[in-house]
């Protein structure tokens, strides 16, 4: 089974900022398999990033994503009051299951 | 609109059963994986297990594998997730989600959670 071991745990910074979460897995990844998500509180989590780099439908171009082999980034360019919010990482290259990282809560400085 | 409908809140007891619900519209139920995940109270997010309707294949996580079972029944676009002796620690939102298809020119593959129902809260107390 693949670990994923996503960081910072709380990342802090203000609107506008540019913000860069990480996932790290514990063996390579086949196929860049990665996808990440967005969970706002008290609602389900939402597609953001597949393939690695592959935006989801209706998800804007400030998310962008990329990695290869065990290591994988998340970026939101100019970050808007709306991504401040709790994000994972998946991994779907190996047989399952498919695991997920522990999360990054982004929040406002 | 594609869209998953789960089942409502649930409060049970130690050792009674229960099977939640999730419900598929606006796409072929039948041809795509569908999969269920745990979150535990100010938890992160688990996988669970996926099934593809159509012919019933299952795959589960170890930690989740004979403690839950996962079917679908394609004529009313429903996949279930279903206890038979439920524990407090079974105390969770879980949520099911569309898998989308991976695909290169030779094969396609269960890939990530495209489409999410809502959330059904399950809550197991003495």
């Known amino acids: 089974e693949i670990v994923l071991t996503q960081s910072p745990g709380t990342l802090s910074l203000s609107p506008g900022e540019r913000a860069t979460l990480s996932c790290r897995a514990s063996q390579s990844v086949s196929n860049s398999y990665v996808a990440w998500y967005q969970q706002r509180p008290g609602q389900a989590p939402r597609l953001l990033i597949y393939?690695?780099?592959s935006r989801a439908t209706g998800i804007p171009d400030r998310f962008s994503g990329y990695g290869s082999g065990t290591d994988f980034t998340l970026i939101i360019s100019r970050l808007e009051p709306e991504d401040f919010a709790v994000y994972y990482c998946q991994q779907y290259g190996s047989p399952p299951p498919y695991t997920f990282g522990q999360g990054t809560t982004l929040e406002i400085k | 609109e594609v869209q998953l409908v789960q089942s409502g809140a649930e409060v049970k007891k130690p050792g009674e059963s229960l099977k939640i619900t999730c419900q598929g519209s606006g796409y072929f139920f039948t041809s795509s994986w569908i999969g269920w995940v745990r979150q535990m109270p100010g938890r992160g997010l688990e996988w669970m297990g996926i099934?593809?309707?159509?012919?019933?294949?299952?795959r589960f996580s170890p930690a989740f594998e004979g403690h839950v079972s996962i079917s679908a029944d394609t004529s009313i676009s429903t996949a279930y997730l279903q206890w038979s002796s439920l524990k407090a620690s079974d105390t969770a939102i879980y949520y099911c989600?569309?898998?989308?298809?991976?695909?290169?020119?030779?094969?396609?593959?269960?890939?990530?959670?495209?489409?999410w129902g809502q959330g059904t809260m399950v809550t197991v107390s003495s």
């Open positions: 989600a569309r898998v989308r298809a991976d695909c290169t020119p030779a094969t396609c593959r269960a890939g990530a959670f495209d489409i």
């Open positions: 393939g690695a780099s």
């Open positions: 099934i593809y309707p159509m012919d019933s294949d299952t």
